[in-house]
């Protein structure tokens, strides 16, 4: 488990290149007195890490011969790599260093009608949950095992799915349009009864990529059957745990917004109050306020 390596040149590439991209960003919007925090950007590095693990440790090596291994990896680069990416906050980490001229850049493509479909909770949560079905029950499964290209593109594709997932909802980052976290909560509720059903599917349904691993010819370890059943627990049960700490954050953010909105009804009810009792005010010049005075004015 723990001296088993490979080299992924897929998740390698991706890895430098967002590293890089990031340390880069996050150097230039501190040095403009920007930075978003180093406990964020902790984040995005664990979420680096998990990605090296998931992809080039024991992990990726026997995600290629268990099922279950293999269900774990899609569990990582689906969930647990970009929920730890999206708090780091990238796209603030880009806007804050690429100056005014960039920034503004940066929000007119995220004001245009693709960004707004693309980023909307209901799109990136329809993508995250179809995702796993389609890659459980369609031929891109063996796909993905047998085909290099097809299993390093699948690999990051997982991790930029669910990049947008938490992007849209979290709404930590600059976004297209802010959503009420309710609506999130919901779809969340939504979301964990197609992840148990997608659970029941694998754990009772036919046995899948069944002449992939019959040519594996492995001797040891649990038979396809119980491997599969392995897998559906991993996808069902810890998914619900990993999904935890999303949840939690999606309560927090609720909470905020709340605040926020009491903050701007009270300023509200302020400003009515202010507006009242100007208009309650006695307007005109003080004489026409006396009834005498001003039936005497008015006669004159």
């Not at 230039?28 to 890490?49: I, L, Q, S, Y």
């Not at 690429?98 to 850049?105: C, I, L, S």
Request: charged share 15%; proline share 5%.
């Amino acid at each position: 488990m723990f001296a088993t390596w490979q080299l992924d040149p897929f998740s390698v590439a991706a890895v430098v290149v967002l590293a890089v991209g990031y340390a880069w960003c996050y150097r230039r919007a501190r040095n403009a007195g920007r930075p978003v925090g180093a406990a964020r950007a902790g984040c995005f590095w664990v979420g680096m890490a998990v990605w090296v693990l998931a992809t080039m440790s024991a992990v990726g090596v026997y995600a290629y011969v268990l099922f279950w291994v293999r269900a774990l990896q899609v569990l990582l680069l689906l969930y647990v790599v970009p929920l730890f990416v999206a708090q780091g906050k990238p796209v603030t980490v880009l806007r804050d260093a690429v100056g005014p001229a960039g920034r503004a850049r940066v929000d007119r493509l995220l004001a245009t009608p693709v960004a707004r479909l693309l980023a909307h909770p209901a799109t990136t949560s329809l993508g995250l949950l179809a995702t796993p079905w389609l890659l459980y029950l369609t031929p891109w499964y063996t796909a993905a095992l047998d085909n290099d290209w097809v299993g390093g593109l699948t690999r990051i594709l997982l991790v930029a799915l669910g990049f947008g997932y938490f992007y849209a909802r979290l709404q930590e980052d600059p976004v297209p349009h802010r959503y009420p976290q309710l609506m999130s909560l919901l779809i969340s509720v939504a979301e964990a009864l197609g992840d148990g059903v997608l659970g029941l599917v694998l754990w009772q349904g036919s046995l899948i990529g069944v002449a992939y691993y019959a040519a594996l010819q492995r001797s040891w370890g649990p038979d396809q059957r119980l491997d599969q059943t392995i897998g559906a627990g991993v996808l069902w049960i810890l998914g619900d745990v990993v999904g935890l700490p999303f949840v939690l954050l999606l309560m927090r953010a609720l909470s905020r917004d709340e605040k926020a909105h009491a903050v701007e009804v009270d300023a509200e009810l302020d400003r009515a109050e202010v507006d009242e009792a100007q208009e309650a005010q006695p307007s005109g010049l003080w004489w026409e306020n006396d009834p005498q005075l001003r039936e005497r004015f008015r006669r004159g």
